[in-house]
Structure formats: structure tokens, C-alpha cells
């Protein structure tokens, strides 16, 4: 016994093994430390006495693995989903990502005036742009969009009723429950209409003195089909009166391009919208951030409300919205639209590509389609091509395999077998695709 206790390696010993000291850089000293005693401690409970100390090293070795790859990772996104949610959503332009380094890694004029040489006011150009860009008389930044409804309802509805169909009553990605904001914003959810139908007459009989507003959702991730109808923004418009307003929920941020079944901001201003929210990070292709557009007087009113303290974002976010949305006015593409415009011609030529370089008969060309999605258009495709492996492997060791590479490939699996869209390919990754498939192309 006493024997064994001694075969267990110093916590230092194991610290000075290359294996294990290059993860200092990747995931810091202290936590490689803390990985190996709690790999030693479980050594010691398990009695493993006999353990190799190239075994136990290994282990520890597992642990750090473990533990780096809940890092964010660069991947290479191949599931033909443009806009993806679980994968940082909209890549940011590297021109922008460019232009915002030295204001992010210098002081920067966040709230100075440089004309009057005194304390500025946050955002202001980022307003600008947004209300020049969405046809608004104003416009205001949060940190999402979950955020900007959250900070509209709590500002000009709590304890008053907001009207919201039955259709519209949605969850959008994980833990975004329209019901649910209305809930914490203390807002009187009444609902009208059923799942599939809501008239205009359905809007009239829930509306009364008490209502403050008709919140319109855009339904993002599901599609309705078959005997439905629904309510356009200019109908609700039509019929509120002064003192209610029409909230519209646009979600996926399209200003300029078109796109199936997308309604751009600037179209629910048009048509009489109080107040405009929108994520900047889904089909404007920029940062995270929510955005709110409309009424002069509204905005004011939740630019002063403590709540917007709370949610506004930071300097990196507002140098690089301001950024893109220059870009946007000059009609330079953020790289989600580039992708989404992407001739599928293209993609047909990158997939060929890639099959003759790997040369194998597991790799073929099929018809395949791809979707702006992070829950925009739903339900609207556009036809595209995709990579088939025909392995003799389950598609999820595959789908593994692929997702153990130095820069994760993330495919999709259909009836049964791994694809690989192209057409969600960004500058340089075609290659690095290339070569990282023909390294492990035999144990797929
Ligand atoms: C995506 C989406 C949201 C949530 O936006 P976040 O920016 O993720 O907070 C809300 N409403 C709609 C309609 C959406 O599409």
C-alpha cells in the first residue's frame, strides 16, 4: 500500500509535462493544475496504484481536452444553414472586425463629444444610421433583441394589456417565450384569434380602454400552412387609434435585400409601426445586439427609462454596428448576404472541386438546399448543392469525426448519411476544408 501511494506523481512533476504545459496557453495554469489533482484524487479513490505514469499523464492529458473544447472554437459551418444559431449566428465582416481594433484596443469617444469637448451622448451616430437605414425618425441600441421587447413592453406596458395572436405566441431558440417576456415585463397578455387564424375583427373585439398596444410577432422559426390568415401591419395600423401603439416583433433585421418570405423593417415603418425590433446579428449580419426603431417621442421616452442603463451595449458592439451599418447604407454586403447570394453555381464548382482533390468514391456530389435560418424565413429554401459521404460508419461517428478536427467541420445528416453544404463556406476555407478532409478521408 505504501508502496503504491508512491507511484502517484507529484502535482508538479505532471505540470512540467509538455503534454500538459501546453494547455497553459489554451485554458491557464490554475485549471490545468485543478484537472490534474482532481484526475489524481479520482486515481487514488479508484485505487488505480498500478496506473503507468505515461497512463496517468494521459489521463490528465483527456481532462484539458475535455475542458478546452468547451472554449469557443472557430469551426467550418457545412450545414447549409446561413444564419445559424449554435454557431455565433452572423460571422462578422473582417473589414469591420478591422476598422473597430483600434478603437476597441484605445481610448475612444464612447460618450465625449469632440466637438463640444464635453461628456457625449452614447450611440448617437449608430442612431443615425439606423433611422437613415430603416426609414425611421429614430432608432436606439440594446444588447438583443429579447432585450429590446423586453425594455418596449416594461416602458409603455406594464399593467396595461398588449394584444398578441394566438398565432403569434412563439418560442424563438432556447428560452425566448413571447409569453414569457410579456410575463417579466409585467405586461397583460390578451390573445386573440386561434393558432391558424386571426382576423382583424379578432384584434377589434380584444381591444378596450385598458389596451396599450398589439404586439406583432414575425413568426421566424416555424411556417404556418395551409387554411391560415393573419393580420398585416398596415390593418393593425388601420385600426388603433392615437393613443395605442403597434408593435411589431420583425426579428431577423433584413433592411435592404429581398428575400422569401422576410418583410423588410423599413415596410412595417411604412405601413404605420409605432416601434420596430429587430436582432443585428441574424439577416443584418453584424454583432449581437437588438435594435429598436420608430417614433421620435417613444424612443426618447425608453432612452430615459432606468431599464435601458441596464440593457445598452458596449463599445465593441457600437463600433462595430457602426461600421456595418455604413457598409449596409453604401450597399456593401455583410458576409451573410454575400453567402445567401452566393451563385449556387458556385457551390457546385467548390463541391466538385473538393471531390477531385480527395479522390475517393466516398465523397459525391448531390442536390441539396440551404436556409437563411436563426430563425429567419422559415420554411423557405433555396436550392443548393451538398457533399454526400458514403461511409460505411454510422453518420454520427461521422458527424464525430468531423467535429474532432483541429478546426471542426460541422456537417449535416440526411437519411441516414453525412452531408456537406459548401455554400457556407467563408474566404480561405475551402482550402483548409480541403486539406482537413484529406487527412482523415480513410477513417471516415
Ligand atoms: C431571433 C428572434 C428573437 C430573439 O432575438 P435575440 O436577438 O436572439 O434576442 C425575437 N423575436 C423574433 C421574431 C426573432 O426572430
Not at 406596458?157 to 412563439?170: D, F, H, I, T, Y
Not at 424563438?172 to 382576423?199: D, M
Not at 415603418?269 to 453584424?286: E, H, N, Q, T
Not at 453525412?418 to 482550402?431: I, K, M, P, R
Request: aromatic share 4%.
Amino acid at each position: 500500500m505504501e508502496k503504491n501511494r508512491v507511484s502517484i506523481p507529484q502535482v508538479e512533476t505532471l505540470l512540467q509535462q509538455k503534454k500538459l504545459s501546453s494547455y497553459f496557453d489554451l485554458i491557464s495554469r490554475p485549471i490545468v493544475t485543478n484537472l490534474i489533482r482532481d484526475e489524481l484524487n479520482q486515481i487514488r479513490e479508484e485505487k488505480l496504484f498500478d496506473l503507468s505514469f505515461d497512463k496517468i499523464v494521459q489521463r490528465c492529458e483527456n481532462r484539458c481536452a475535455k475542458v478546452y473544447k468547451m472554449r469557443v472554437h472557430q469551426v467550418i459551418n457545412c450545414t447549409g444553414v446561413v444564419v445559424h444559431t449554435n454557431l455565433g449566428r452572423s460571422p462578422i465582416s473582417k473589414a469591420s472586425w478591422q476598422a473597430a481594433t483600434n478603437l476597441n484596443t484605445h481610448y475612444c469617444s464612447l460618450e465625449f463629444n469632440l466637438e463640444s469637448g464635453k461628456r457625449g451622448q452614447r450611440n448617437s451616430l449608430v442612431e443615425q444610421l439606423l433611422a437613415t437605414l430603416t426609414e425611421s425618425e429614430a432608432a436606439l441600441v440594446v444588447n438583443n433583441n429579447a432585450a429590446a421587447i423586453y425594455l418596449i413592453l416594461s416602458t409603455f406596458a406594464k399593467r396595461k394589456e398588449v394584444v398578441v395572436s394566438r398565432g403569434e405566441l412563439v418560442q424563438i431558440g432556447g428560452g425566448f417565450r413571447i409569453p414569457s417576456i410579456l410575463k417579466e415585463s409585467q405586461a397583460k397578455l390578451v390573445e386573440v384569434g386561434t393558432t391558424n387564424i386571426t382576423t382583424v375583427d379578432d384584434y377589434k373585439e380584444a381591444l378596450n380602454e385598458k389596451s396599450v398596444a398589439i404586439l406583432k410577432v414575425h413568426r421566424s422559426n416555424f411556417a404556418l400552412r395551409g387554411f391560415t390568415d393573419e393580420v398585416s401591419t398596415k390593418e393593425l395600423s388601420e385600426l388603433l387609434d392615437e393613443n395605442k401603439l403597434l408593435i411589431v416583433d420583425q426579428g431577423s433585421g433584413v433592411l435592404e435585400a429581398d428575400l422569401p418570405g422576410e418583410q423588410k423593417v423599413k415596410e412595417h415603418i411604412k405601413m404605420g409601426a409605432d416601434l420596430v425590433s429587430f436582432s443585428c446579428d441574424k439577416a443584418l449580419g453584424s454583432v449581437q445586439a437588438g435594435a429598436i426603431v420608430g417614433s421620435k417621442k417613444l424612443i426618447d421616452k425608453l432612452i430615459k427609462s432606468p431599464l435601458y442603463r441596464v440593457l445598452r451595449p458596449g463599445k465593441t458592439v457600437l463600433t462595430l454596428l457602426e461600421e456595418d451599418l455604413i457598409n449596409h447604407l453604401n450597399k456593401v454586403d455583410p458576409p451573410v448576404l454575400s453567402l445567401i447570394k452566393k451563385e449556387k453555381e458556385k457551390v457546385k464548382e467548390d463541391s466538385e472541386k473538393l471531390i477531385a482533390f480527395l479522390n475517393s468514391e466516398k465523397f459525391s456530389l448531390v442536390e441539396s438546399k440551404i436556409t437563411l435560418g436563426g430563425g429567419t424565413t422559415p420554411d423557405e429554401n433555396l436550392d443548393s448543392y451538398a457533399v454526400k459521404i458514403n461511409s460505411t460508419k454510422s453518420a454520427n461517428t461521422v458527424m464525430k469525426i468531423l467535429r474532432n478536427q483541429q478546426v471542426p467541420i460541422i456537417g449535416f445528416i440526411e437519411k441516414g448519411k453525412v452531408h456537406l453544404n459548401l455554400a457556407t463556406l467563408l474566404e480561405g476555407e475551402l482550402e483548409l476544408l480541403s486539406t482537413s478532409l484529406d487527412k482523415i478521408k480513410e477513417l471516415l
